[in-house]
C-alpha cells in the first residue's frame, strides 16, 4: 500500500504540520525581552554565530541520526512577524518598552541569516556543531527555541527508529504506529516521518503517509472482531474466484467445510471456535481477499483465531487468492509466532498449499528495543513488528537534549562557563572535519576555527580528544571531508532539497559507513570529538580571562 | 506580563495547532480497511459504542485530569473527507476495494455521532470511560485513533503538571518552559496548555500564550550575557528616573559605585566582577527598568552574578525603580537560593533598601517531581521554578495509554477477551457514577448498564470493586454524581465550553474535593471504581460465553 507522491518539502507550515499558522511566535518570550535589549543597546545589527548540538548521544548510545534540517530551512524562508502577532507581543511584554522596537520588528526576517549544515540523515556526535547560525543578534537569537523545537524530536525519534532496526535485524518489516501515544498532532506526524528515515519501513499513520509520501500499512483492529457477533452479519456472503472470469461461490460454504478440515488437523473442537471471529475474517476476506491479514488474538490464539484465520485463508487459495497472515498482539509473542508457524507448515504439507508456510506473521503490543533485542535471542517466525510507544516517546530518553549558544559576536569568540563544567561552551566560528582511516570509515570528528588551514590527507597532526582535553594526541587522516555546507543564504535555500527517500538512504549509508564498535546499542566505543592546537588554546585562554575578571 | 484575549476554542484547526490541514486523515490505515469492512458487509449503519479510557493510572498515581475533550468536539464538527483525501485513500487501498465505497465516503460525517463525556479537567480513574462515543459503526471506529490522539497527550500532562505542583506546594510560581524539548510545534503548544490546566502559572511559550490565553513570562539566557564583553558596548548609557520628571543619570556611573560598595559589604574583589556580565545586566537594566529579573550563573555567581545584579538593582533602586530578581540554572539551587537570600538580606540591611528582601529567586535545570519534593525537604529561598523536560516529555511515563474499546453493536453488549487478563473489556453501554460520602467527599465511581435505576443516596447498595470483583462489597452513597453529559449530538457541540480558566478552576476544584490518600503521588490509596451487581453478571455471562463457544 503506496502512498500518493507528494514532495517532501510540501510547504513549510504544512512540513510543520501546522498548516496556515505562523510559527513566528512559536518561541520563548525570552528571546523578545533579549531582542529589545539588544536593540535597546543599538546591538541588534551585529554579526552574531550560534551554533546548534547536543551534549550526550542519546540513549546512552554511541551516535545520533541528524534530523529537522529540512523544516528548520522552510521556516527561516517565511521567517517575519505580521502585524497581529507584533501587536500581540506589544500587550505581553512590559509598557515600557519603546514602541519604536515594534516598528523595527516588522521588517525583521531572516534575509541576513547564513545557516551551514551537516546533511539531514546524517550520524552525528555530541558536543559538534549540527547547524551553525550566523547574522544580526537579534534574529539569530530569535530563532533558537524554533530551530530547537524541529531539530530535537526529529533526531531523536530518528535516532530511536535506527536503534530499533539495528535491534530488529536486517530482515523484519517494521511499521511504525504511534499516532495514539505521541503529543497530538505534529508529534504524531514527526515521529512517523522520522522513524521512517531512521530505518522503519512503513506507517500506520495515513495523514503522514500523504504528507510525506511514507508507505502506510494497517488491517484489522480488535473492535472489527468483536463488532461481529454471528455468521448472519455476513453480506453478501458470496465470492468470485480470482481473476473475475467464473461465477461468484458461497464463500460461507467454503470456509466452513475448510474449517471443518482444519479443526480435525489441529485437533480443535469446532465448538471452540468464536463464531464471532470466524465471521469478522470472513467478511474481511470477502473485502480484502488479496490482502487478508487478520488479528487472532481477540479469543483464544489456538483454538479460535488461528482455525478461523486457516479455514478462511484455505477459502481464498481455493478460489486463486493467497492470503497474507496474522497479527498477534498479546502473550508471548515469539512463543506463539512459533506455534503458528508450525501449524501453518502443517496445513501446507496436509492441504498441498505450499504458500501456507510462508504466511505473514506480525506482531504488535508494546515492542522496545529491548523486547526486541529479547526477541533476536529467543526462536521466533515473526516477519512484521509494529512498534508505537517506545518507539514515539522514545521512554529511554524522552528528549535529545539540543541547545544553541552563542560562540561569536562581531568576529570575537564567546564562550559560556558555568558551575557545572558540561555546560561550558566551545568558542569560536569552526569549521568540522570528519577524518577517515585507510579503509574509508570514519574515526574522529575535528573542530578547528574556520581560519586554519584544512587537516592534510596522510600527514600527521596533533589534536585534542574531548573528554581529556588535556592531553595531545596525534593522527594521520587518510581522507577528510568538511561536513558543513551552507543551505541557507540571503533569505534563499540554497542547496536542492532531497526528497526523503534521499535523505532515508543518506542515513543508512552514513550509520553503515560507522565501524560497527561506536554502533553498538549498549556500551558502544566512543567515537571521537576533537579540537585543533589552535581551537584548544583559545578556549583555554579565554577560561583564563574569564575566571581571572 | 499577560496575554490577548483569545477565547479557548478559537477554531478546530488552530486549537490543534494545525492550521488549514484536515484532521481526517490523521488516522491509523487500519480504521478505514476496518471500515470498508464494515461497508462491504452492509453493517456500517449499525449503531456502536465505543469507550475511551485507560487502564492504569500514570505515574503510579492514584489520578488522572481528563483533558482533550474540547479539541476532540472541534474535531467532530469539522469532521469530513474532502475528495482530495479519498483520492490519496483510493491510491492507498488496495484495488480490489469498490469504487462505491469511496463515493460512500464523500457523504460520511459525524453528524449521526453523540458522544458522552465528563468534564474536561475533571479527576478520573483507570478503566471508567472518559468518553461513551455512539454513532455509525463506520464513522465512530473511524474516529478511534484521532480522539486517542487528541486525549491521551492532553491528559498525562495536565496530571504531570498537577504532581509537580503537589510535589512545589502551593506557594512556588511555576512556568512550562519545554518548548523546546517537546514533539514538535504541536507537543510544545499542547504541553504548555495542558499544564496550565494541570496547575502551572504561566508558559515562557508566546504562540501558546497567544492562542490559548496563558500568561506568558521570561527574560534573559546566557546567551544575552555571553554576548557582552564590556561596557563599551552599553549604548544608551543613561536611564531617566521614575516618574519621568527627572533628567536621564549617566547609569553607568551609578553602577558602578554601587558595584564597589556591595563588593566591600560582600568581601568579593571588584577586579573578579565580569564585565561583560555586568554589560549585559547594566543594559538589561535599562531596558527593563520595572522588569529586571537577570541569570546570575553564567560565570561565577558568587563572585560575578550576584554582585552584578544587586549593583545594577541597586542603582534602579536609587533611581525609584524596583528589581524583580535573579534566575539560576546550574549547581546546587537550593543552597544557592539560601545565600542568595542571605545576600540580599544584607543588602536590604546594609543599603537600607528593605525591598531587597522580597527579591525573587527564579530557578530552572531539569527540574522534575522528584527535585521538587526534594527541594521541599530542603532549606530553599527560590520563588519561581521553570521545568521544561521533564514536564512536557513525562519521563516518569511517556505515554497515558487510552484505549478505545467496542462495548456494544446495536443495542447487544460487546467484549474483548484476551490472552492478557487486563487487556479485558468492560462490556455494554453504561452510566457512570461519583458516589460521595457524607463529608462531600467522593469514594467510590460506579459503573451501571444504561438502563439500572440510578443508586440512591442513604441506601446501601452491592456492588463489585475493579480489582476484586469476585467479592460483593456494599456501600451507601452520602450523595451520588452522573458523570458523563451529553456533549456532542447531531453534528454540534451541545454545552457551552468553559474557557480555559474555566477548566483550569474546575480540575483545581476536583482535586481538592480528593481526599488526599488518593493524591499522594507514591503508594496512595487505589480509588475505588466498581460495577454494579447488574453489570458484574453481564460480564460474568459474556465471558462465559465467549470461552465456552
Not at 52 to 59: I, M
Not at 464 to 483: D, F, M, S
Request: with cysteine; charged share 20%.
Amino acid at each position: 500500500m503506496r502512498s500518493g507522491r507528494i514532495s517532501f518539502g510540501y510547504s513549510a507550515r504544512m512540513a510543520l504540520g501546522c498548516g496556515d499558522i505562523s510559527l513566528a511566535l512559536l518561541t520563548d518570550l525570552y528571546q523578545f525581552t533579549m531582542a529589545y535589549g539588544y536593540w535597546r543597546s543599538g546591538r541588534h545589527r551585529e554579526i552574531a554565530e550560534f551554533e546548534l548540538f547536543f551534549r550526550d548521544p542519546p540513549f546512552e548510545g554511541g551516535f545520533s541520526l541528524y534530523c529537522g534540517l529540512q523544516e528548520v530551512l522552510l521556516y527561516l524562508r517565511d521567517f517575519r512577524l505580521s502585524d497581529e502577532e507584533i501587536a500581540y507581543l506589544e500587550s505581553a511584554l512590559p509598557s515600557t518598552v519603546d514602541k519604536a522596537f515594534y516598528r523595527y520588528l516588522k521588517t525583521v526576517d531572516a534575509s541576513e541569516v547564513t545557516v551551514k549544515s551537516i546533511a539531514e540523515g546524517s550520524v552525528v556526535f555530541a558536543r559538534e556543531p549540527l547547524m551553525q547560525v550566523r547574522g544580526p543578534l537579534l534574529v539569530v537569537q530569535l530563532l533558537e527555541t524554533t530551530l530547537l523545537c524541529l531539530v530535537n524530536f526529529a533526531s531523536l525519534v530518528a535516532t530511536n527508529a535506527a536503534r530499533m532496526r539495528s535491534a530488529a535485524g536486517p530482515d523484519k518489516m517494521l511499521l511504525e504506529m504511534g499516532l495514539r501515544r505521541a503529543q497530538g498532532p505534529n508529534g504524531g506526524i514527526s515521529a512517523s516521518k522520522y522513524s521512517y528515515i531512521g530505518g522503519f519501513d512503513c506507517t500506520s499513520n495515513v495523514l503522514a503517509g500523504k504528507l510525506y509520501d511514507i508507505p502506510v500499512a494497517g488491517t484489522v483492529g480488535h473492535s472489527y472482531v468483536t463488532s461481529f457477533s454471528s455468521l448472519e452479519e455476513v453480506h453478501p456472503k458470496v465470492l468470485e474466484p480470482a481473476g473475475g472470469k467464473d461465477p461468484a461461490l458461497d464463500f460461507l460454504v467454503l470456509v466452513e467445510a475448510w474449517l471443518q478440515q482444519v479443526c480435525q488437523l489441529l485437533g480443535v473442537s469446532p465448538e471452540h471456535v468464536n463464531r464471532g471471529e470466524l465471521a469478522a475474517f470472513v467478511s474481511y476476506g470477502i473485502a480484502f481477499p488479496l490482502n487478508f491479514l487478520v488479528l487472532v488474538d481477540t479469543y483464544c490464539v489456538k483454538r479460535s483465531g488461528v482455525p478461523n484465520f486457516c479455514a478462511v485463508a484455505l477459502a481464498l487459495h481455493q478460489l486463486g487468492y493467497r492470503a497474507v497472515g496474522v497479527r498477534l498482539d498479546s502473550g508471548n509473542l515469539a512463543r506463539q509466532s512459533v506455534e503458528i508457524r508450525s501449524t501453518f507448515r502443517a496445513c501446507a504439507k496436509h492441504f498441498n498449499v505450499p504458500a501456507f508456510e510462508k504466511l505473514s506473521i506480525a506482531i504488535s503490543n508494546n515492542v522496545s528495543e529491548r523486547s526486541l533485542l529479547q526477541l533476536n535471542q529467543e526462536d521466533n517466525e515473526i516477519d512484521v513488528i509494529g512498534v508505537g510507544t517506545n518507539l514515539v516517546t522514545c521512554p529511554l530518553q524522552p528528549s535529545l537534549g539540543c541547545v544553541y549558544k552563542l560562540v561569536q559576536v562581531n568576529g570575537c569568540p564567546r564562550m559560556k562557563l558555568s558551575e557545572d563544567q558540561d555546560k561550558m561552551t566551545i568558542p569560536g566560528s569552526k569549521t568540522v572535519y570528519r577524518l577517515y582511516d585507510c579503509h574509508g570509515h570514519p574515526f574522529l570528528d575535528l573542530m578547528a576555527l574556520e581560519d586554519e588551514p584544512p587537516p592534510s590527507v596522510g600527514r600527521e597532526m596533533e589534536l585534542h580528544v574531548l573528554g581529556r582535553w588535556e592531553e595531545t594526541r596525534k593522527v594521520t587522516p587518510g581522507a577528510t571531508e568538511v561536513l558543513h555546507r551552507v543551505y541557507f543564504k540571503d533569505g534563499q535555500i540554497c542547496q536542492h532539497l532531497p526528497t526523503i527517500s534521499d535523505v532515508k538512504a543518506h542515513a543508512q549509508h552514513s550509520l553503515n559507513m560507522l565501524p560497527s564498535e561506536h554502533r553498538k546499542l549498549h556500551n558502544p566505543k566512543p567515537f571521537k570529538v576533537a579540537l585543533s592546537e589552535k581551537l584548544y588554546h583559545l578556549l583555554n585562554n579565554l577560561r583564563r580571562t574569564s575566571h581571572l575578571q
